[in-house]
């Protein structure tokens, strides 16, 4: 038994799990990491090279289900963003987001 307050009644489970990454600085990250005794893996990767773009994605995988994100952010000027992201479940999703003046009202 361990990480209880009281060890003699609650029984905790140990879990191992291991996890690496790589980053090339301005330029990509990546990582991967599997958790729960190497029952569920996941990878990140992110590209980020070219100028005002962001490519990034990841991986989840269990024995459940395995579910894969991409993500695409675009900054068009210093004040707007436009971001797509979309899964293997089919969800999309995508936004504008445009800051305004300190000095504008409603």
Known sequence: YAGSKDESKTPSKVSVGLGVSHTVPKVC????????????FSALFSYSSIDNLLLAGSVNHNSKKTLATALATYKVD?????????NTEGIISASIKRSCEKKFTV
């Open 78 to 86: 210093p004040s707007t963003t436009v971001k797509a992201k979309a």
């Open 29 to 40: 990250y990546t990582a991967v990491r599997a958790k729960d005794n190497f029952t569920s």
